[in-house]
């Protein structure tokens, strides 16, 4: 079983496409739902398949952040839940800058909740251990 679920706040002063993209340019997600919400619209989507976390996956080793961002799921980490909190400015030029509080995010953070079964897989794959920076093995996706 595997469940990405995507979030973020639509604010009076954003375009819903600027904010699809922000989400986009990190995950491969197709179909998205506008929820009224308190006080934002909100943005979601979803997906089942492990493969919309490709992007993520790559975006990771190209900002060279693996490091922290296995220490941040892994200290997120609820069971067989991760939740994460990404900066969406940096998400719609390419880049991740993971969110502790949600006024670092001057327009609200993306919010992303990873559901697996085998979550450490998922993680393991995503951000494995690193030595100097560089991973010291590469998962293939897992299987979930």
Not at 60 to 88: C, E, F, P
Not at 117 to 124: A, H, S
Request: a positive charge; proline letters at 5%.
């Amino acid at each position: 079983m595997f469940l990405l679920q995507v979030r973020s706040e639509l604010r009076p002063t954003e375009d819903l496409e600027r904010v699809l993209r922000s989400i986009r340019n990190l995950f491969d997600v197709e179909h998205y739902d506008v929820v009224d919400g308190t006080p934002y619209k909100e943005v979601i989507c979803e997906s089942n398949k492990v493969e919309s976390l490709l992007r993520f996956h790559q975006v990771l080793r190209q900002d060279r952040i693996l490091d922290t961002a296995r220490k941040i799921m892994l200290s997120s980490r609820i069971g067989n839940r991760v939740t994460l909190k990404l900066h969406k400015q940096s998400a719609y030029v390419g880049h991740i800058s993971f969110v502790t509080y949600d006024s670092e995010s001057p327009l609200g953070p993306i919010r992303v909740v990873i559901v697996s079964d085998d979550v450490e897989k998922i993680i393991d794959w995503l951000a494995p251990k690193t030595s100097k920076g560089k991973p010291l093995w590469e998962y293939s996706m897992p299987r979930v």
